[in-house]
């Protein structure tokens, strides 16, 4: 059958089975979008193709599927940088297509024209230029299996503007046949024994989840090697839900603002069990003084990631689904001396929850610290989480963007299920939020989606509401609005002497209510606790726009516990409230 180049790139899209794509059109993509009218894959126009990069984040984040994303060429594909290497360092699975200028024009300052493949080779997993018609179906099966096997991640397709035009012969890929690439995915059984033995001789073990049990769907294998070993589980920022937050051994997050007892069962364990995580340095602190007196296994998928930061003791390289299941059945299998005693664990669990008894996570509900207006009185922005959380459905996807408020998101809310939390983890990208939920719920139309977000942050990327309300996507974002870069702020107060460099933003510059309504939103503004929650129960009752809720909130609140920059996870900052309970 003989087509065009673009409708051989839309057919191949279509083959592997995408059902949305997130774009936005330019010069060199015009021959691409044609045959988009007359295909099945729903097309999502966003305002910024930033937007298009995060929103195929927010997809994949939900639904474990690649994202994709259809850019033009020049600014069109730097501006897909960032989200590009957002997916890199959280592990999401990403195909990008960029257009590019005619092959005869690559080289020489074309309009339009940028090195994309260059620009991006160290924050995708792999990239392509197609300089070949006839190479589409296989380039394109290529980019979705190298984005979706061993550790997920972005990919690039560069496709210039006559090869789009050039006409070809269309004809199915065939198995994908990389040699070289293999990604590793049952474990070695020496490894799994040894881990095994490790694991039933703690005495004061601690699981380490990280975004890769999520990632390789293990929620379940985990929830059984937990159920078989009785072992504590702390889940890092990016695994929050990957082991439900109700189960009395869930410790919570840890990390620079994790919870006292995630914090300091790390630190104390005679065993970690990572799995899935990369030893992060927001989660290690000073490298030299983590979990000093723990033997490390280490499970991932990714061979450069062990040794990496810390060297294991075990190294299990392999899925993390087929690794913990496998440990799983090893333990399992024992029996006499060599079995698991869940009940051996007693006094280990008796000491976290002493811990969790007198460092939870707590705040001065009733003692607002700074003002949020002239003449008005500061929300807590802790409540509104809690309050958020307690209105919405259990599987309500909560997406956040990149602060303060991100860190409160995960800290107050109660994660039970896998897949129900986006965020930027590793990147750090404020202006996620925004367009990453409304590609959450592009993905997962049948679930309720909140995007907690900051001023500053919904700032960047609040232009993305108009594609919400004109696609129809009813997302509802609630801005915990405290007129500053709360962080940067925080940080400032702490270490800078208060000195408050170019951190302020007003609480009404913009008039967030009156903009998200110029977006075709319903603008909400909340500034007493006592209009929380039926704000938020009138944003729940609205499903047929977004909606915009404005909780002005105490400009001066500190996220607490903290772990000073570089310094170790034994010096954590708790609560005012509870700092004498630390001598």
């Known amino acids: 059958m003989e087509l065009t180049g673009a409708q051989s790139l839309i057919k191949s899209l279509e083959q592997q089975g995408v059902e949305v794509m997130f774009g936005l059109p330019g010069g060199a993509t015009l021959p691409v979008y044609d045959p988009i009218i007359d295909s099945s894959i729903r097309h999502v126009l966003v305002r910024h193709e930033q937007g298009a990069g995060h929103a195929a984040e927010g997809y994949a984040q939900v639904t474990g599927r690649p994202g994709v994303?259809?850019?033009?060429?020049?600014?069109?594909?730097?501006?897909?940088?960032?989200?590009?290497?957002?997916?890199?360092?959280?592990?999401?699975?990403?195909?990008?297509?960029?257009?590019?200028?005619s092959r005869a024009a690559i080289g020489t300052d074309a309009f339009q024209e940028v090195d994309i493949t260059g620009i991006t080779a160290g924050v995708t997993k792999h990239n392509w230029l197609v300089t070949d018609a006839s190479d589409i179906p296989r380039v394109v099966a290529e980019a979705f299996h190298i984005a979706t096997t061993g550790r997920p991640g972005p990919v690039l397709v560069d496709f210039p503007k006559d090869v789009a035009n050039q006409r070809t012969t269309w004809s199915d890929p065939g198995p994908v046949d990389l040699p070289g690439y293999s990604?590793?995915?049952?474990?070695?059984?020496?490894?799994?024994?040894?881990?095994?033995?490790?694991?039933?001789?703690?005495?004061?073990?601690?699981?380490?989840?990280?975004?890769?049990?999520?990632?390789?769907?293990?929620?379940?294998?985990l929830a059984a090697l937990v159920e078989v070993t009785g072992a504590p589980v702390v889940t890092t920022l990016m695994a929050r839900g990957a082991f439900p937050d109700s189960h009395p051994l869930c410790l919570g997050m840890p990390g620079m603002h994790g919870n006292y007892t995630a914090v300091t069962a790390m630190q104390r364990a005679d065993?970690?069990?990572?799995?899935?995580?990369?030893?992060?340095?927001?989660?290690?602190?000073?490298?030299d003084a983590f979990a000093p007196g723990a033997k490390v296994v280490h499970v991932d998928v990714d061979r450069a990631e062990i040794g990496k930061v810390r060297r294991p003791d075990v190294a299990v390289v392999?899925?993390?689904?087929?690794?913990?299941?496998?440990?799983?059945?090893?333990?399992?299998?024992?029996?006499g001396d060599d079995a698991a005693d869940p009940s051996r664990l007693a006094p280990w669990v008796a000491q976290l929850d002493e811990w969790r008894a007198r460092f939870p996570l707590v705040y001065d509900a009733d003692a607002p610290s700074g003002a949020s207006g002239a003449g008005r009185s500061a929300v807590k922005p802790q409540f509104v989480i809690e309050q958020l959380r307690a209105a919405t459905p259990a599987d309500t996807i909560l997406v956040s963007g990149v602060g303060q408020h991100q860190m409160w998101a995960s800290q107050h809310w109660t994660f039970d299920q896998p897949r129900t939390w986006v965020n930027s983890g590793g990147l750090g990208t404020m202006g996620f939020a925004v367009p990453a939920a409304i590609g959450a719920k592009v993905g997962r139309p049948d679930r309720t989606v909140w995007a907690v977000d900051g001023d500053g942050c919904f700032q960047m990327t609040a232009q993305e509401l108009v594609t919400a309300s004109a696609e129809q996507i009813p997302v509802k974002i609630a801005i915990l609005n405290n007129a500053y870069l709360g962080m940067v702020r925080q940080w400032q107060h702490m270490f800078y002497?208060?000195?408050?460099?170019?951190?302020?933003?007003?609480?009404?510059?913009?008039?967030?209510?009156?903009?998200?309504?110029?977006m075709g939103c319903v603008g909400l503004r909340v500034h007493s606790p006592e209009e929380v929650l039926p704000a938020i129960e009138k944003a729940n009752e609205i499903d047929d726009r977004p909606v915009v809720v404005d909780f002005r909130t105490d400009s001066m609140e500190q996220v607490y516990p903290m772990v000073p920059s570089g310094a170790s996870n034994d010096d954590i900052v708790v609560h005012p409230s509870q700092q004498g309970e630390l001598r």
């Not at 065993?271 to 490298?287: C, E, N, P, Q, Y």
């Open 69 to 101: 994303a259809l850019v033009t060429s020049g600014p069109g594909a730097t501006n897909v940088v960032t989200p590009l290497a957002n997916a890199y360092m959280d592990s999401t699975p990403l195909v990008v297509v960029t257009g590019q200028v």
């Open 497 to 518: 002497e208060e000195r408050y460099s170019e951190v302020y933003l007003s609480p009404d510059l913009p008039d967030y209510v009156l903009w998200a309504e110029s």
């Open 318 to 335: 392999a899925d993390c689904r087929a690794a913990i299941e496998a440990l799983v059945a090893a333990i399992a299998s024992r029996s």
């Open 183 to 221: 990604p590793p995915v049952d474990p070695d059984p020496q490894a799994i024994a040894a881990a095994a033995d490790l694991l039933v001789r703690a005495e004061r073990p601690v699981l380490y989840v990280g975004g890769g049990v999520v990632k390789a769907s293990a929620s379940a294998a």
């Open 271 to 287: 065993v970690l069990v990572a799995l899935g995580s990369r030893f992060d340095d927001r989660v290690t602190g000073k490298v």
